[in-house]
């Protein structure tokens, strides 16, 4: 399948601060990526949608200025957290549509990012 | 309603045997229905997909879509305690993104050795 990543793995930082989030699609274009953020032994829920070139889509109940998306390029969108609280502390997936085969797009996720705010 | 339902467990079953996950969705627009593993601490993994009704085998796994009951389940054949894991299942639905998921919330197996 196609390879999604993202950096960093792990990031613990201190209550105020701002960290962001790569992903990366490495072995095709992406035009869409989406977010997601995933609590301890809960399923996953989708925060944004990030569009190459254009502004993200958030869901509803996710704060835009919160949570900055930016999709500058075809293989990459970054997320960053910004003024982060320990609330925020969360495990961060990126995902991406890729073509797999005959006329169908399959998602793929990268790897996570788990956040620990101080 | 949930726009995705699967039974959260936890599934227990003996190394060996036939893990079935079940998985109902709502809306009968939809399209294509994924089965997804994810391991604790890490991200999902695309194991199955399944467009049209009826079975898909890959290995071990075969998924079943019944889009009449809106019903779509996987099958795993000879259970091994690396199968342990939660299983998601996803569904393309017809409206808003053309391309967003939505996920059910996941049910836990446990293959016991």
């Known amino acids: 399948g196609a390879v999604v990543s993202q950096h960093p793995s792990r990031v613990i930082c201190k209550s105020g601060t701002s960290v962001k989030i790569e992903c990366r699609s490495l072995?095709?274009?992406?035009?869409?990526m989406f977010w997601y953020r995933q609590f301890p032994k809960q399923s996953l829920m989708l925060m944004a949608t990030s569009n190459e070139g254009s502004k993200a889509t958030y869901e509803q109940g996710v704060e835009k200025d919160k949570f900055l998306i930016n999709h500058a390029s075809l293989t990459l969108s970054t997320l960053t957290v910004t003024s982060a609280h320990p609330e925020d502390s969360s495990f961060y997936i990126c995902?991406?549509?890729?073509?797999?085969?005959?006329?169908?797009?399959?998602?793929?996720f990268g790897p996570g990012t788990r956040l620990t705010v101080l | 309603q949930k726009e995705v339902e699967q039974n959260s467990g936890p599934l227990s079953v003996p190394e060996g045997a036939i893990a079935s996950l079940n998985c109902t969705y709502s809306d009968r627009g939809s399209q294509s229905f994924f089965w997804y593993r994810q391991y604790s601490g890490k991200s999902p993994e695309l194991i199955m997909s399944?467009?049209?009704?009826g079975d898909k085998e890959d290995g071990r796994f075969t998924a079943q879509l019944n889009k009449a009951s809106q019903y779509v389940s996987l099958l795993i054949r000879d259970s091994q305690p690396s199968d342990s894991a939660t299983y998601l299942c996803a569904v393309q639905l017809s409206s808003g993104s053309a391309r967003q998921l939505t996920f059910g919330s996941g049910t836990q197996l446990t293959v016991l050795p």
């Open positions: 995902s991406a549509f890729a073509r797999t085969g005959g006329n169908y797009n399959e998602q793929f």
């Open positions: 072995d095709f274009q992406a035009t869409t």
């Open positions: 399944i467009y049209s009704n």
